[in-house]
């Protein structure tokens, strides 16, 4: 049995639904990092009033770029403390511009076998109109956090497997991924 398992993705692709599956189907703990990223950010001198003012003065870039060096000390926090778990990172947490930060985080998860990338479909396109429906993106001059975490490389990179997602269920989903979990 793998010890353990890491979903990466999109926000909006089911990362903290199937992981809470894939946990009880395995009978294993779920962590997930939305539950504790402001812990591990906190921890790194996150400043809540510059987030704001970054986000109000540069929009979401601007908080976006602000987050990434804390994303990557998230992960390596969450990783050395959660073993022989099912364990959901943020979609954030998987994407970096910045090829340092990327070349922490890709270190760290090359030693797991099971980081498995959900995304809603293999057409990058047709994935990126299905989240921005589900995240009731509004087409704008802002970036497209969809398109930007569907197109961008890292993802791919991290990934030692992809499921899709598009006309499953969450337990079809979990269907897909558990015969994975045995392949290595």
Known sequence: MPSDIILIGP????????????????????????EKRWDYYKEMGYDEELAQHKRETEGFWGIYQYWKPFEAYAV??????????????????????????????????AAY??????????????????LNERNEYIPDETLNIN?????????????KFTVYTKDKTPDQTCSKILPLLNAT
């Open 147 to 159: 398109e930007h975490f569907v197109k961008h490389p890292s993802n791919y990179e991290l990934a």
């Open 11 to 34: 926000i909006g692709t089911g990362k903290s639904t199937i992981g809470r599956l894939l946990a009880t189907k395995l009978n294993l703990p779920q962590c997930s990092m939305d």
């Open 113 to 130: 076998a099971h980081v498995i990338l959900l995304l809603p479909s293999a057409d990058l396109n047709e994935s990126i109109d299905i």
């Open 76 to 109: 390596e926090r969450l990783l050395s403390e959660h073993q022989n778990c099912v364990i959901d990172l943020g979609a954030g947490h998987s994407v970096y511009e910045d090829p340092i930060l990327f070349q922490r985080v890709q270190h760290l998860l």
